[in-house]
Each structure stands twice: as C-alpha cells, then as structure tokens.
C-alpha cells in the first residue's frame, strides 16, 4: 500500500475514498477494505529494541499491531492481548513476530472484565521473566448520533475497556518496571476535539490523556517514562465495528488537512521511539499523529 517513491504526505498512502462497509462484533482487520497497512512489509527495523519484552494491548489490529510489528522488527519479544473472537489477526501478528525472529504470546481477554487488566501483565511476566514496554492500546469505539442511542453499559463497557484496564495493568506492572522501562498510552484526538457522536469513547480518552500526564509525575522518581500517542483518524477495523456513523466510511480521514485517513505504520515509529532508549528525557508527553488537526492539553 505504500508508495515509497512518493515524498509527498498526501499520497504516500491510500488517498481515494473507502468502500462503504461495515463488520459485525469483533471486526477483523484481515477483511477490511483496502486491508490496513500495519507495517507486515512496509517496516524496517534497525535493533532499536533488543532484548526487550513488550506488551501490547489491542495488538491484533490496527494501532496495536503495526505497534507489536515494529516492536518484533527492532529486537523485541511481544504479548498481544485481544478480544477473543479476533483470534484470526492476532495468529497473523503471531506470525509476523516470529518471522522477525522473535518470540510471541497471544492473550485473548475481554477488558469489560474486572481484574483483566492486572491479568495480561502478570501472564506476560511470568512467561518471558521480564517486562519492559507497557502499551495499552485496547479500546472500544461506538457511534451514537442519539443520547438516547447511548447505553449507560456503553458508557461503562467503554471506561471499562479503556481506562479501568489501563489503571489495572499500570498497578500491576509497577513491581514488575525496572528503571528505563516505558509506558505508552493510546489516547485519541478526540480527547481534546470531541464529536459528538463519540461522547463516551471522547471522554474516556479525556481520562487517559490526564492519567498518562498524573503517571508520568508517579514514575519519573523510579526511573519509568510514561508518555501518549493522541491519533487522528487511522484506518483501522474499530471504524467498521459501528465506529461511525451510518455512511460515513467513504469519506473517513479525508477532512484532515492532508486530505486522507492515516495508515497504522505511520504510528508505528512513534511508539518506537517512545519505547526506546532513544527517548531517555521524554516523558509526561502526548504525540500527535494527526494528519495536521491540532490537540491541546
């Protein structure tokens, strides 16, 4: 899907209007149309990560997996956890980790489930023996148009899935971190420009952007970076599964100022450098990978 010798932004990627389609729960990547570019081939690594264990969740897909991609192609052994019913893109990512020579862990695990969270981190710890990247990343995204569409249990399945699960494995990785591991979040330029279609998952990633800040002050004295990606729209499968409006696709991403959706790869140098130890004195920061719309904290 890449187009390397193209420099221009605009169309480096997939820049035409989408299908109009839709998945039922759990949408898979593999059947999407165009499929994602998660960095499978398009990803070069270069060892920045060697010798390091990563857990990455929602990294069967999307965001998460061009991010378990990267990871494997720098060096580093991956756990990916995602919802069951998404075993076909995790086995995917499976293969992809071990073709780049690394060793994988699938963790298939409902996050509307309390104690799920502190769960992923110790079964990642007591496999691999370490734990050094922490990238929560799993997240639940429906549109509502109608307040009167929006459930109080979306409302909570969605705090659930995003923030509470995040709050469970950072307590649980705590005695786990040594200095120079490395926390990432995955928050949402909806956090700082909501639409109000998104109300629930607009205030989650709210709480995360705050939370990944407070965290940062927390862990500074221990020697543990924490920091945020805030992406725009990115071409992933939570967009089919009810996460936008009805007939919304074939236009998705194409308000940005560069005119289209992002492709997962694109992020995926982010959460590389931030799991580096490139990234030594970044801390308490939120990138944006936004296509040029602005976020503010």
């Known amino acids: ?59 069967d897909s999307g965001i998460g997996r061009a991010a378990a991609i990267a990871f494997a192609k720098e060096g580093a052994d991956v756990a990916i956890q995602f919802f069951p019913g998404e075993e076909k893109d995790a086995n995917q990512v499976k293969e992809h980790i071990e073709k780049a020579g690394q ?61 509470f699960s995040m709050y469970e494995s950072i307590k649980a990785a705590e005695k786990y971190l040594e200095p120079g591991a490395s926390i990432i979040t995955t928050t949402s330029v909806q956090s700082f420009s909501p639409s109000s279609h998104l109300i629930d998952y607009a205030a989650v990633n709210s709480a995360v952007s705050n939370f990944t800040v407070n965290m940062a002050d927390y862990f500074a004295s221990k020697g543990i970076r924490v920091n945020g990606v805030a992406p725009g729209p990115i071409w992933t499968p939570l967009q089919l599964d009810q996460g936008q409006p009805e007939g919304q696709i074939p236009e998705f991403g194409q308000k940005s100022p560069l005119g289209r959706a992002g492709q997962p790869v694109e992020l995926a140098p982010v959460y590389v450098l931030l799991a580096s130890d490139d990234a030594s004195y970044i801390t308490g920061s939120i990138y944006e990978v936004t296509g040029g719309s602005q976020i503010t904290l």
Do not use: W
């Not at 298939?108 to 079964?123: I, K, L, M, S, Y």
């Not at 370490?130 to 639940?140: R, S």
């Open 103 to 163: 060793k994988a862990l699938l963790l298939p695990v409902d996050f509307r489930e309390h104690g799920t969270g502190a769960d992923v981190v110790v079964q990642t710890y007591e496999h691999f023996g370490q734990l050094d990247i922490l990238v929560l990343n799993a997240a639940q995204q429906i549109a509502q148009t109608s307040l009167d569409d929006l459930s109080t249990k979306q409302f909570r399945d969605t705090f659930e899935v995003k923030i």
């Open 1 to 59: 899907m890449i187009n390397k010798e193209n420099k221009d932004p605009r169309y480096r990627f997939y820049n035409d209007k989408f299908k109009d389609q839709e998945q039922d729960t759990p949408a898979l990547q593999s059947e999407m149309l165009p499929e994602p570019d998660c960095g499978e081939e398009s990803y070069e690594g270069s060892n920045k990560l060697e010798g390091k264990v990563a857990l990455v969740t929602g990294g």
